[in-house]
C-alpha cells in the first residue's frame, strides 16, 4: 500500500474513532490506537478534513457541522421525502436535508428529484419557519443525546401548567403523529426514573458536562410497543374494544393503527376493533375523530369518559 494510500486510511481510522468516543481523545490515544508516533498524528490532523477541534488537550468531533456520508436507494430516498413531509411544520432542518437529497437524486430519477427541491424551496417559505427557541431545544437535545451529556432544562406540565426543573438523560428522540410533535424520552436525576418531555413545553435549557450511558438493555421499539403514540407505562396494557360502523369500516380496515390491533367483521357490515394500549388517554383524540360511527365497549373508563364529552357537547349545542 502506498504511503498516500496509507494516509487516507489513516484518515479515515482517526475519524472513526473520533465519531465512536464523543468524550474526545488525546493525540497520544490515537498514536496508541492506530500504532503511530505523535508526529504522525499531528501531521494528519492538518489534513483531515471532518470538523475536528481541541479542548483541554483533548480532540473532539464537531457534531453540529460534521456532514455524513449517506448512500440511498431510490426507494429510500422516496421514505426520506415523505418522512420530511410530514415533519415539514416543526423541523427547520428539513428543507435543507431535502435539498441535498434532491441533488442527489438529480441523475437517478430526474422528475422526483424536481419536486423534493420543490418541496424544500416550499418549506423555506416565512410562513412554515417555526419558533427559533424550539429549534434550540430541539438541536440540544439532539447534541446532547449524541454525545451522551446531561441537560438542565426548565419544562411546563401540560395540567398543572408549572414550571419545573429537572436534570435529564435523552435515551431516545420520537414524533408522535398526533400534532407531528416530538418528544424526548430518558432518565431523570437524581430520580433515575424514564420521563417523556414535550420539546415544546421546554421552556429553558442548557447543556451541562456530566455525561452519562445509555444502558444495553434500552429498547425504545420494546418501550413503546403496548402505546398508541409515545406514552409508555410500567403497568400492565389496557385492552381496547370498539365498534365502528359499516359506513366507515373500509377506512379502518385500509390502515394498520396499532401493532396488536384485532379486527373481526360483523354480519352487518360493522367491525369490531381491540388492541391492548399501555396508556387509553392518549387515543381519545383518534375516538373523538370518529364521531358517531364508533362506540366504545370496553374499559368502562374510557367509555365514560366519551360519553361525558358527548353529553357536555349536546348541552352546549342545545343551549345555543
Known amino acids: 500500500m502506498s504511503r498516500i494510500e496509507n494516509k487516507i486510511m489513516r484518515l479515515s481510522q482517526i475519524e472513526a474513532l473520533l465519531m465512536d468516543n464523543p468524550e474526545g481523545l488525546t493525540q497520544a490515544d490515537l498514536a496508541q490506537c492506530l500504532g503511530v508516533h505523535r508526529s504522525t498524528i499531528l501531521r494528519n ?3 483531515i478534513q471532518a470538523p475536528v477541534y481541541e479542548d483541554h488537550g483533548r480532540l473532539f468531533l464537531d457534531r453540529e457541522a460534521y456532514l455524513v456520508n449517506l448512500r440511498l436507494t431510490l426507494h429510500e430516498a ?11 411544520t416543526c423541523m427547520e432542518h428539513v428543507a435543507s436535508a431535502l435539498r ?3 441533488i442527489s437524486l438529480e441523475k437517478l430519477a430526474p422528475l422526483i428529484s424536481h419536486f423534493v427541491r420543490n418541496s424544500a424551496n416550499t418549506f423555506d417559505d416565512d410562513s412554515k419557519r417555526q419558533d427559533p427557541h424550539y429549534l434550540q431545544v430541539l438541536e440540544k437535545i439532539t447534541l446532547a443525546w449524541a454525545e451522551k451529556r446531561q441537560v438542565q432544562l426548565w419544562y411546563r406540565g401540560a395540567e398543572e ?5 429537572y436534570i435529564f438523560c435523552p435515551y431516545f428522540v420520537e414524533v408522535s403523529a398526533v400534532g407531528q410533535a416530538i418528544y424526548a424520552i430518558g432518565r431523570i436525576e437524581p430520580e433515575k426514573k424514564m420521563r417523556t418531555f414535550k420539546i415544546e413545553r421546554v421552556e429553558r ?5 456530566e455525561a452519562y450511558t445509555i444502558p444495553k438493555s434500552f429498547d425504545p421499539q420494546q418501550l413503546l410497543s403496548q402505546a398508541w403514540g409515545i406514552w409508555f407505562t410500567s403497568q400492565e396494557p389496557v385492552k381496547i374494544r370498539l365498534r365502528f360502523s359499516a359506513r366507515v369500516a373500509a377506512r379502518v380496515k385500509e390502515t394498520r393503527w396499532h401493532p396488536t390491533e384485532q379486527v373481526t367483521e360483523q354480519p352487518d357490515g360493522s367491525l369490531l376493533w381491540s388492541a391492548s394500549i399501555a396508556e387509553p388517554r392518549e387515543m381519545l383524540p383518534w375516538v373523538r375523530g370518529w364521531g358517531a360511527d364508533v362506540e366504545v365497549l370496553e374499559p368502562e373508563e374510557l367509555r365514560e369518559t366519551i360519553l361525558n364529552e358527548l353529553m357536555q357537547a349536546v348541552a352546549i349545542y342545545k343551549n345555543e
Open 100 to 102: 441535498k437529497l434532491g
Open 78 to 88: 422516496l421514505s426520506i421525502h415523505l418522512a420530511g413531509r410530514f415533519m415539514s
Open 45 to 47: 490532523l492538518a489534513d
Open 205 to 209: 435549557i442548557e447543556l451541562r458536562k
Open 161 to 165: 401548567n408549572v414550571v419545573k426543573e
